[in-house]
Antibody, heavy 119, light 107 residues
């Protein structure tokens, strides 16, 4: 059974960089059929797609966040990562990692991790 | 960006009754639409993809329909475990976008 697990600091200061990892177990991140993505959900609000990456390094980013995000992949550790720079309180959210079938819909999700931006 | 609009925002339904949730796209997304269920404190769970195909393990009481700009998720007979928030998501165009959600609550 495929599992995804987010990890990273739960508290980030304003203007700093949010960094999260997603570890994939029960399957290989190096499959042509899948992309791997990040989605966030501010407390009490809806879902926002952040960006997605293929094991080859091909990426798609949300234009609203493009200038501040980097998504990378490490096939040797079966992990992919998110960096979000210059964070503000508006970036406070639960961050989910997930698998996408090609570039389409999300069929497996991590449990999510709450990241709070506060001094 | 394609805007996804869900209605109603809250739906009050009695157990055993039918629930009908709507999702509208600001432009055609063909059949490139998925539905998710999210319970408090949990990640979303994929229910439906390609507008009408149930994901693995999803009960037959969940069904999806529609194409173009108008979509519907129907839960034929609500069970206690179905009370949750439901989101639609289009994948016809970048960026991927979600609707604002419909909360299905106990009447």
């Amino acid at each position: 059974q495929l599992q995804l697990q987010e990890s990273g600091p739960g508290l980030v200061k304003p203007s700093e960089t949010l960094s999260l990892n997603c570890t994939v177990s029960g399957g290989s991140i190096g499959s042509n059929s899948y992309y791997w993505g990040w989605i966030r959900q501010p407390p009490g609000k809806g879902l926002e797609w952040i960006g997605s990456i293929h094991y080859s390094g091909s990426t798609y980013y949300n234009p609203s966040l493009r200038s501040r995000i980097i998504v990378s992949v490490d096939t040797s550790t079966n992990q992919f990562s998110l960096k979000l720079t210059s964070v503000t309180a508006a970036d406070t959210a639960v961050y989910f990692c997930a698998r996408l079938l090609t570039t389409d819909y999300f069929d497996y999700w991590g449990q999510g991790t709450l990241v709070t931006v506060s001094s | 960006e394609i805007v996804m609009t869900q209605s109603p925002s809250t739906l009050s339904v009695s157990p055993g009754e039918r629930a009908t949730l709507s999702c509208r796209a600001s432009q055609s997304v063909s059949s490139d639409l998925a539905w998710y269920q999210q319970k408090p404190g949990q990640a979303p769970r994929l229910l439906i993809y390609d507008a009408s195909i149930r994901a693995t393990g999803i009960p037959a009481r969940f069904s999806g329909s529609g194409s173009g700009t108008e979509f519907t998720l129907t839960i034929s007979s609500l069970q206690s475990e179905d009370f949750a928030v439901y989101y639609c998501q289009q994948y016809n165009n970048w960026p991927l976008t979600f609707g604002g959600g419909t909360k299905v609550e106990i009447k």
